[in-house]
Each structure stands twice: as structure tokens, then as C-alpha cells.
């Protein structure tokens, strides 16, 4: 679309509301649009894209914005626009101190900056990550971070066959292909509206990013279980573990959140389920979960996390967390999962999940969690990978990387009750 001046304002207010950090920034942009009804959908992407972008690189554009002119504000929201609309686009709404200062910037190598600039991580993830990665790994890990996720969309077998979601796609003149890991997984090219689409309004698909849909094949639900997503949120997980069963069985959805369970109803209408229960819980001592406590095949808990694992799609989540917010979250993550772990019966499976790339989310709670409960074991990730017949190598954890699967970052752990 072509780029009007009066958009580069516009991008200006927004951008200086969400560098705040008083809040979600997708929050603050949705609160902005609704007070700017006049933008259209392109305009809005143009906005959006070059905010996010910014948030993406905000120590390489405040470092590359330190020799401009004008306010830094607007130099960096100059640097958000021209790699969202180019430079081109701009060059007619700028002056001519900051056309000859976008040109220097646009011949700059990036390799030439410093490499904890070009990471566009904060000290504390940097130092996190470090213990992890070497130093190149790390840069493509960081590099990866820097662009968006694609748009990924779960074929709900209970309607439709990946390859028929594929043609009714290619039918609409919508690019996509299948997702190399997850068996009904589909990757499509850009981000076109779906939603008018018939095959959604219908049910056959559904937005899913591939990592989240694998952590459903580490639950592999049988046919006629009782299974707990233990932390449904808006259902994604849900819906998928629903599809697996074939909707037979009994598939309890609990969250605290009335409103996320909310946005579940109309999902669940589309999806053809009817074996879906969800239930609304004050904490994770509420006595609806006593009243199971011992009877359930299957528990999922996709604990609540840092997020740091979608930050292609948060980026502003780097900037937001803090070692003291991650430390906050970890106590309330195990007494989550010690909870999930009375409604599993002997023999059953607790999966522990989140979206985070922190070890002390991660590892460091499955393994406090297994010291205070002798009677659970943890099953290696790749066998039980290899039983759902998905080519991934894994270790004992499923690990899933932005630069290593092009899926959000995921970890996943699986615990059997033996005693």
C-alpha cells in the first residue's frame, strides 16, 4: 500500500505508548486501533508491523538512532518504517537531514555492530541463554527471535484431512504446505484472513502453531480416556487433544479465566467435539479437581510462563520480564503441576509444558517436582515421539527452538506415575 505522512505520526504515538512497557504491547495496539477507527487494514499492518519491529531490534535501532536527527522517537520509528514499508516509501515525508541519515544507516553492514547490540536480548536472558548455546548458536537463536512467526494452522481430522484443508486453501489463493513435524499441521505463506474462509467457518482448521500441536502428540490421548488440560486458556490445546480422541471419552477443559474460556464456545461449536467439558476453577485447589483426584488417564498442564518462547510474536515480553518476575512464576508453576499430578491415576501420564527458553522454568521444575514425588518418572520425549511416528530427534525433553524447528520455543516433559 502506499505509505501517506500522516502514518509515521500515527506509528510515532503508538510506538512511544508501548515502549511504556505498562502492559502487553498487542493490548496496547488493539486499544489504539479501536481509537483510530478511520485506519484501514493495511494502514493498521504498516502501524503495527514497524512498532513490532522495533520492539524486535530496539538495541540495534536505538544504537543505530544515536547519530540522527530529530527526536529519538521519531528516529526509531523512521528505523521500524523503513524495514516494514522501506525507505522508498518514506522518502517523499522526510526531510532532507533524515533522508541523507536513513541512507547512511541503510548502507551499514550489520555484522559491523557489536554483537550484544545485533542479539537484541537483555543482560539477564543473554546470560541465561549462554549457559545453554555457544556463542554462534546463540546469534542465530537471537537472529531467529528477530523476525515473525509464520502462520501455522492445525487440519482438524474430525472434519477434514490435512490434504483437503490444503486444497480448499490453494482453492482461495492461499499459499501453504505442511509443517515438516506435526502429522496435521499446515504452513501457510503471509498472514491472510482466514476467517471468512468457509474451511474455518466449517471447522476444518484451526490457528495452531506446529510446537504447540506437537506437545498435544506428547499427551497422545487414546479413544474412551478421561483426560484434564489442566491450563486450557482459549482451547488450541484443547480442541487438538478432542480431534486425537476422535470425541470420544471425556475432555475436561479447566482455566481460571472466564473470559479465556469464553473465546473456547465458538472454537468448540466449529469443531465438531462433543466430548469437551469446560470448567471454570477459582485456583488450582479448587474442589472440582479434588473430585477427580486419582481417576484421570491423561493430564495436560501448560503452566503459566514467562512466554519468553514466542517472542517472534511478543517481542515485547523481553523487555516486560525481569529475573525477578521468572522467580515469581516458578513456585506458583510447581504447586500447578503438583495439583495436575493427584488427578492422575497409576499408570497415567502428567505432561508438563510451557513456552518458555528458561531452564528455571523448564527443567528446573520438573526436576524439584520429581525429587518431592518418588512415585512419578519421566518418560524420554523421544520415545514417546517415536510411538506417534514423528520424526524429531529429542532427547529426555522435548526442546523446540525458533532456529532449530521454526516453531515457537517450547519445552515439554513427560512424567508417568508408577506407585
Known amino acids: 500500500m502506499k505509505l501517506h505522512g500522516f502514518l509515521i505520526g500515527q506509528t510515532e504515538t503508538l510506538l512511544a505508548e508501548v515502549l511504556k512497557f505498562t502492559g502487553p504491547a498487542d493490548a496496547a495496539t488493539s486499544r489504539f486501533f479501536r481509537a483510530h477507527p478511520k485506519l484501514g487494514h493495511g494502514e493498521r499492518g504498516v502501524i503495527a508491523e514497524a512498532v513490532f519491529a522495533v520492539l524486535r531490534r530496539r538495541m540495534e535501532f536505538a544504537h543505530l538512532a544515536e547519530g540522527g536527527t530529530g527526536s529519538p522517537a521519531r528516529r526509531l520509528t523512521l528505523l521500524g518504517l523503513m524495514q516494514t514499508a522501506g525507505r522508498t516509501a518514506l522518502k517523499p515525508f522526510m526531510s532532507d537531514a533524515e533522508n541523507a541519515w536513513l541512507e547512511h544507516v541503510a548502507k551499514i553492514d550489520p555484522q559491523s555492530l557489536p554483537l550484544r547490540t545485533r542479539l537484541n536480548l537483555p543482560d539477564w536472558i543473554y546470560q541465561a541463554l549462554g549457559k545453554r548455546f555457544e556463542a554462534e548458536e546463540l546469534a542465530h537463536l537471537a537472529a531467529s527471535l528477530n523476525y515473525p512467526a509464520p502462520l501455522d494452522l492445525r487440519a482438524n481430522p474430525i472434519k477434514a484431512s490435512r490434504d483437503e484443508v490444503l486444497s480448499a486453501l490453494s482453492k482461495a489463493g492461499i499459499e501453504a504446505g505442511a509443517t515438516p513435524f506435526a502429522p496435521f499441521g499446515v504452513r501457510v505463506v503471509g498472514k491472510p484472513p482466514l476467517t471468512k474462509l468457509d474451511a474455518f467457518q466449517d471447522g476444518w482448521l484451526e490457528v495452531q502453531d506446529e510446537g504447540s500441536q506437537l506437545l498435544c502428540s506428547l499427551v497422545a490421548p487414546k479413544r474412551g480416556e478421561m483426560i484434564v488440560d489442566f491450563c486450557a486458556g482459549a482451547g488450541g490445546k484443547t480442541l487438538a487433544l478432542g480431534a486425537m480422541m476422535r470425541s470420544t471419552g471425556r475432555l475436561y477443559a479447566f482455566d481460571i479465566s472466564d473470559r479465556r474460556l469464553a473465546k473456547l464456545k465458538p472454537r468448540l461449536a466449529r469443531s465438531g467435539l462433543s466430548n469437551v467439558n469446560p470448567v471454570l476453577i477459582d485456583s488450582e485447589h479448587d474442589a472440582k479437581i479434588k473430585r477427580l483426584a486419582g481417576k484421570i488417564d491423561r493430564v495436560l498442564v501448560d503452566a503459566p ?115
Open 305 to 419: 510462563c514467562s512466554g519468553l518462547g514466542t517472542l517472534r510474536r511478543n517481542p515485547d515480553l523481553k523487555w516486560r520480564q525481569s529475573p525477578e518476575s521468572i522467580a515469581e512464576l516458578t513456585p506458583k508453576q510447581l504447586s500447578i503441576l503438583t495439583s495436575a499430578a493427584r488427578l492422575v491415576k497409576k499408570g497415567g501420564r502428567l505432561v508438563y509444558a510451557t513456552c518458555s527458553i528458561l531452564d528455571a522454568e523448564n527443567e528446573g521444575v520438573v526436576q524439584q517436582f520429581l525429587a518431592d514425588h518418588p512415585d512419578f518418572v519421566l518418560v524420554p520425549a523421544r520415545d514417546v515421539l517415536a510411538e506417534q511416528r514423528i520424526e524429531l530427534e529429542m532427547g529426555d525433553y522435548l526442546s523446540l527452538w525458533p532456529h532449530r524447528h521454526a516453531t515457537d520455543g517450547f519445552f515439554a516433559a513427560v512424567l508417568e506415575r508408577r506407585g
